[in-house]
């Protein structure tokens, strides 16, 4: 009975772990836009890639380069040294076809100057980054985390609920 109730802690604790698991976007088919001069006009189409190895989207807008991993999105590749137009809303646009977004988060190693968490918009399965008004050069780098709850931690945790429940129903008994 002991190991019972061991092993139920065990699987609750697993369950409801506070590290964040990486979403997994392999095999996800994503369009990408460049959204400008505002909201809604999209003022190039960069097409339709499913995620795996190599650049997703090469030169979208024919600036930047768009690669996406298991569990980050980077844009790189910058052309010229500018700054982006200070248009109301000027960047790209991420549609995820698969699935809804998760939590999108901005990583340590992105540069880009005055880039914030602001500038992230996620609705459902549509990711928009504005960056009107930013600076970037050839060694501009942003690099966007994408997070979710792990599936596998969800049922653990549901089967270690159902368990306790079964357990203190029983012990009342």
Known sequence: MKLAIATLVAVVALGT?????RA???GHVMTADYI???IGTVAYAGG??????????????GVFDVNISS????FDGFQLATTFSSLPQNGPELTDTT????????????N?????ASRLFVSGNTLRINWAGLPFDGNTRVVLDVAVPEPASIGLLAVGLIGISA???RSTV
């Not at 339709?48 to 807008?61: I, K, M, N, Y």
């Not at 569990?71 to 980077?74: A, D, L, S």
């Open 71 to 74: 569990g980050q999105i980077v």
């Open 17 to 21: 772990s506070t590290r964040p698991a």
């Open 167 to 169: 357990f203190r129903r």
């Open 36 to 38: 400008a001069p505002i």
């Open 112 to 116: 880009m100057v005055g880039f914030d």
């Open 24 to 26: 997994d976007l392999l």
């Open 48 to 61: 339709t890639a499913t995620v795996g190895a190599g650049v997703e989207f090469p030169g979208l807008d």
């Open 99 to 110: 699935a809804p977004w998760g939590a999108v988060s901005i990583d340590d190693s992105t």
